[in-house]
């Protein structure tokens, strides 16, 4: 089991940015981590994922605009959203899966809002 916390969320302008992070209660270093993200009233989508090795997958809305890391030191995956448009906003979640299978964990979300 794993704790996650996010936290990096807020307002921000059309074209800012933002980095959100998510911090683990235990070590990440087996789990696959991904961000996902909620807007009121819909289902909760994928954003980008990062295997255990590194490999990061995007959907393509996010593709040239967000990067996803992770710094197994810290036992913390972090989001760098470029270029945000308002259609961004959303709650961000955190998501981990130990070796890439289920149950799925996540954190409580962070908000975020873009918008002039």
């Known amino acids: 089991q794993v704790h996650l916390v996010e936290s990096g969320g807020g307002l921000v302008q059309p074209g800012g940015s933002l980095r959100l992070s998510c911090e683990a209660s235990?070590?990440?270093?087996?789990?696959?981590m991904g961000w996902y993200r909620q807007v009121p009233g819909k289902q909760r989508e994928l954003v980008a994922t990062i295997s255990i090795n590194g490999r990061s997958n995007y959907v393509d809305s996010t593709q040239d605009r967000f990067s996803i890391s992770r710094d197994n030191a810290k036992n913390t995956v972090y989001l760098q959203m470029n270029s945000l448009k308002t259609e961004d906003t959303a709650f961000y979640y955190c998501n981990a899966r130990w070796t890439g299978r289920p149950p799925d964990y996540w954190g409580q979300g962070t908000q975020v809002i873009v918008s002039s």
């Open positions: 235990r070590s990440i270093i087996s789990f696959v």
